[in-house]
């Protein structure tokens, strides 16, 4: 396989990794729940429980008057079964929560693991942005249009030389450029549909044009003149 296949490949697995522990952290989750339900029902249990042992407690110290005065002594209270009941609710609580806690520990180990694969995924991506055909096309085309914006800078540099004012070389996106570019359309006899008036940035085809008809004294007479001018971009009376 490409390297690309290699890094697909990999990437795929990473995905396939990360949605396992994330579905273990939310099953983990769920009977971290559970197990507090149940240790919240047995917490319940040992307090009615321990509430029916004193109130056991209470009648055997009455019976036990009872018995000291002669009376008769009836069914004794039931301690011992409300004891029971009392040592199985803690039992329950206790399991709860050592249950809970390795649950806990658990999704700890989890959530440290999940942060390794997104982390292991964000590199793969990278490596897979990089193998890609077209991101090796997306490099050339910047190349390429870096080294295009250098040659229009050099041509607005070569018009501001023939008349073009200060502004049109301080900056990509001049103010100046659609002011430039509907002048120049009005006095050369070029297509007026390769000049962008309405936008700041103008074809660098056009500016070729622009700078071709300046330097070949090609401008059409403005309105009152005879003869076309020998002068710069905004020089004269407009």
Known sequence: MTAYQNARARLGELNTDIARVESDIAKLSDLRIESRCQQDAAQKAKDEAEDYLHCQKSILAVRQVDEMLGWDMKEAPEIAKAEA??????????????????????????????????????????????????????????????????????????????????????????????????????RCGNDRSRIQVSAPIVTSEAWLTMASALSANHLAPLPGEKTPAKRGLFSGAR
């Open 85 to 186: 009941a009392i040592s199985k609710a803690q039992e329950q609580i206790d399991q709860c929560d050592a249950r809970r806690t390795e649950i806990i520990r658990r999704q700890d180990e989890l959530q440290d693991r999940l942060t390794m694969l997104q982390h292991d995924r964000r590199s793969a991506i990278a490596t897979v942005i990089e193998a890609s055909p077209v991101y090796a096309s997306l490099i050339e085309e910047a190349v390429t249009l870096e080294q295009r914006f250098i040659q229009i800078t050099g041509e607005l540099r070569s018009l501001h030389s023939l008349g073009v004012p200060d502004g049109l070389e301080r900056g990509p996106f001049p103010k100046t450029w659609p002011i430039a570019a509907q002048m120049l359309g009005s």
